[in-house]
């Protein structure tokens, strides 16, 4: 979960996010051997051919200050690529990302906390990639490990943790970092039954304190009641934008459609 500073861009004052004509290709290496021999020769030749795949395709929309904006679609149709490039972490093959305000992204499990380091370290690294001094990360560091129910366990090394703890961690350092937008992808997923209650309660009250909410889920009940606008992606490019229901009926005609 890289925590990332962004510089405030030139925007006009509304937009918290304004992508522009967006594609991202990735090379997926192609290596076609039939036989054994052939592959531990491939192995060592380093002749290797690349297919490209676009991931997402001229992808275009603008979120306003405030807003809480779901990103739906199936597996695969570039939901998380989408918001790693809203977070810095991939940079566009083409087209522009415009963010305004400092950004707290919680991607997907695995990206960026660092496994050899104790929870309490963790804490601290990505205060200072967030930009808080250690008296700002001192004060609010007990109330991270409150919430993500981990006191036990702050001197715990990372690779230790359970999945579900990870992400009670992750959750927890993003929201109390006080971002401007927050980008929220699955968080829903791992988490038990208590601990996504209580997700969504904190999501509820940041939606409501007027800050801007990336939110990208599979749960659609749950985009239905948080987003006021959400935007349907398939095979990397906007199928539908616009009120939340309408594109969750557009993506249920979809999936019936196969
Ligand atoms: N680093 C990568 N190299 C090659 N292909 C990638 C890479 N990352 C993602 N992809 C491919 O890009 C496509 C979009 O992936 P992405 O993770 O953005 O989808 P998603 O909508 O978030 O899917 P899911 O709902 O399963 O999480 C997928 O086909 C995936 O295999």
Known sequence: MPLLLKEKSKLDEESAIVVNNVSKCYR???????????????????????????ALKDV????????????????????????????GVLYPDSGSVKVNGRIAPFLELGVGFQYELTAKENIYLYGAIMGLTKKEVDRKYEDIL??????????????????????RLAFSIAIQT???????????????????????????????????????SHSLPSVNSLCQKSLLLN????????????????????????
């Open 178 to 216: 006080d971002p401007d937008i927050l980008l929220l992808d699955e968080v829903l997923a791992v988490g038990d039954e208590h601990f996504q209650k209580k997700c969504m309660e904190k999501i509820e009250d940041i939606r409501k304190s007027g800050k801007t909410i990336v939110f990208v």
């Open 60 to 87: 275009s929309f603008n979120i306003k200050r405030g807003e809480t904006f779901g990103v739906i679609g199936p597996n695969g149709s570039g939901k998380s690529t989408l918001l790693k490039m809203l977070a």
């Open 235 to 258: 095979s990397g490019m906007i199928v539908a934008m616009g009120e939340t229901n309408k594109v969750i009926q557009k993506y249920q005609q979809m999936a019936n459609q196969i």
């Open 146 to 167: 409150d919430f993500a129910e981990l006191k036990r366990f702050e001197n715990m090394k990372l690779r230790n943790f359970s999945s579900g703890m990870y992400v």
């Open 28 to 54: 997926i290496p192609m290596e076609k051997k039939r036989t054994v021999y052939e592959n531990i020769i491939g192995m060592f030749s380093g002749n290797k051919s690349y297919e490209e795949f676009w």
